[in-house]
């Protein structure tokens, strides 16, 4: 009986530590959740892959330089219920992003709202 409660307690142990990384990975830590940014400016990238999505976006910031804004997005699964699709975006196109930016002041975030040229919003 020992061995047992032993061999259970290893067991669940190993289950533990080998799924704790996979919860870990959806974290938003680095996110500032009480802030949004709006950005406009040109699409150079859509990448429609798992695990998640992403928008690059080639905007002016306020002293006029060109910054490449990396915007994620959920999975294709996910996001093609709320409208988006492979076929989306294509370079040259512009759109305007509400995102939640990272704490860093880096051009990251999370995309929360993007309309489209012909003002549809997704």
């Not at 974290?27 to 928008?55: I, M, Q, R, Y």
């Not at 910031?61 to 409208?83: F, H, K, M, Q, Y």
């Not at 305007?96 to 999370?110: C, E, L, N, Q, Y």
Request: hydrophobic share 40%.
């Amino acid at each position: 009986m020992k061995h047992l409660t032993r061999g259970l307690f290893l067991a669940a142990f190993g289950i533990v530590m080998v799924s704790a990384p996979l919860f870990a990975h959806h974290g938003g830590a680095s996110f500032d959740n009480t802030k949004e940014v709006t950005v406009k400016g040109s699409v150079t990238e859509w990448l429609w892959a798992n695990p998640h999505c992403f928008l690059k976006v080639e905007v002016k910031d306020e002293t006029g330089t060109l910054r490449v804004w990396n915007l994620e997005l959920g999975n294709p699964t996910d996001i093609a219920s709320r409208g988006f699709q492979r076929r989306t975006f294509k370079p040259g196109d512009q759109v305007t992003a509400v995102v939640t930016p990272v704490k860093s002041g880096a051009p990251v975030g999370r995309l929360k709202t993007v309309t489209l040229a012909d003002g549809r919003t997704l």
